[in-house]
């Protein structure tokens, strides 16, 4: 199922996402893990979308909102969405603030939670689960791939298991989760990136999203590409890969993302990537038909 189709149902009514930012780092970028980050994550740590960092909680959904209200006049309501870097790699106490400041206002109708399997321990887990009980609390895992050799190549520092452990302490608590898969990552065939969603569909992921692989300036992955030691996907391609997972997708699962989404003015390749608009209609042409 499509997440607008999913959003209409649930809330009746168009439902749009607020990008904000919780002002924290990640473990694999502050030293904990490692510094460079993942390979592919740009320095905005993968949330370029989020409203300007350095205000409140409160400014930021305002800011968001406009920006929302400029693209789609008239009555709409909101996903407070956390998106950029592990956001419940923190202090609980103030996480918690935070989100209760992102829920607060009337129009939010769920609050959207990006982060890692390996940063969700029992105080966190807990507080999701209190958030939960006031409206719909979504945990967005950044998996990318099953596959070990993919994981350690673009540095993603944690294994399989963490995430199956993830998702089943998420459920226990009747917490939703969002699994993202980047497809086309260097040594990756069609059957790997098949097992990859397979898999996230047999744990229960509640959503999906699939990212084509971006190369975006000044990351690791922008130097890769420029030795020739990486490739990207032709839209050709990529089309014909979806149309090979659709099938796989059950369809209670709900699809929050087809295609990439990287910051146009960091966007070093695919470019085809760029042109939304024709690629959602190849989307829509050939792929959606095909989903259960
Ligand atoms: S875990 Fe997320 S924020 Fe951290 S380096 Fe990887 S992609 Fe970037």
Redesign the pocket.
């Known amino acids: 199922m499509l997440l607008n189709d999913y959003l209409q149902a649930t809330f009746g009514c168009k439902v749009y996402k607020l990008s904000l930012s919780a002002r924290v780092t990640?473990?694999?970028?502050d030293g904990t893990l490692g510094t460079g980050?993942?390979i592919?994550?740009s320095a905005g740590?993968?949330?370029e979308f989020a409203a300007c960092a350095d205000r409140s909680v409160p400014e930021q959904i305002a800011q968001a909102k406009a920006r929302v209200a400029a693209k789609v006049p008239g009555e709409a309501k909101y996903i407070a969405y956390f998106q950029?870097?592990?956001n419940t790699y923190g202090d609980p106490i103030y996480l918690e603030r935070i989100f209760r400041e992102a829920m607060e206002p009337e129009e939010v109708v769920a609050l959207s939670v990006?982060t890692?399997p390996d940063c969700l321990p029992e105080g966190i887990l807990n507080m999701l689960e209190r958030l939960n009980r006031i409206m719909p609390v979504w945990v967005e895992l950044?998996l990318q791939t099953i596959h070990e050799r993919s994981a350690e190549y673009i540095?993603?520092?944690y294994e399989l298991p963490v995430y199956d452990e993830a998702v089943r302490e998420l459920h226990k608590r009747g917490i939703s989760v969002i699994t993202h898969l980047i497809l086309g990552l260097p040594g990756e065939t069609h059957e790997d990136m098949k097992a990859s969603l397979q898999h996230v569909v047999d744990v229960g992921s509640d959503g999906v999203k699939l990212q084509l692989l971006h190369v975006l300036k000044d990351t690791d992955l922008a130097d890769e590409y420029a030795a020739g030691r990486v490739s990207v996907m032709s839209m050709e391609e990529y089309i014909d890969l979806l149309c090979e997972l659709a099938p796989l997708i059950p369809h209670e699962m709900v699809i929050h993302r087809l295609t990439g989404d990287g910051d146009k003015k960091l966007l070093i390749a695919p470019m085809w990537s760029a042109d939304k608009k024709r690629v959602l209609n190849e989307v829509k042409r050939k792929v959606l038909p095909l989903l259960l």
């Open positions: 990640c473990p694999n970028r980050g993942c592919f994550c740590g993968s949330g950029s870097y592990t990006g890692r950044g540095r993603r520092g």
